[in-house]
């Protein structure tokens, strides 16, 4: 995908995208849709996946563990990171719900399935 966002004659499509999709889940740190920079556009897909996919929680503890503890407030404020949140253990689903959420994310996925068909 990285390859394909810098890409001048293809870029532009996923460019606009990912800047749409970071846009909407209001992100700080996003970059120009004419930015083509390998960096600056991974980083905007770590910072996609990260809100879509299955978190990696449990990678941050070492990095806020040591820390003294206005350094960590710090790094959790810039991650968006609530109190207690690695204390606490989120509520299962129901049936109902994830069915829910499969439809929505289909019914939001749909234009984008549509046009790389």
Not at 19 to 40: C, G, K, M, P, Y
Request: proline share 4%; glycine share 4%.
């Amino acid at each position: 995908m990285i390859a394909e966002l810098e890409m001048q004659d293809i870029g532009s499509f996923w460019r606009r995208l990912v800047w749409d999709a970071r846009q909407v889940s209001d992100d700080e740190f996003l970059i120009t849709v004419d930015n083509t920079s390998h960096t600056d556009w991974e980083f905007q897909l770590d910072c996609l996946s990260t809100r879509i996919l299955w978190d990696s929680d449990f990678a941050t503890g070492e990095l806020l563990m040591d820390l003294p503890p206005e350094e960590s407030e710090a790094v959790k404020t810039l991650m968006g990171i609530p109190d207690a949140y690695m204390q606490t253990l989120p509520d299962d689903l129901s049936d109902e719900a994830i069915q829910g959420a499969i439809e929505e994310i289909r019914r939001i996925c749909a234009p984008l399935t549509d046009q790389m068909q």
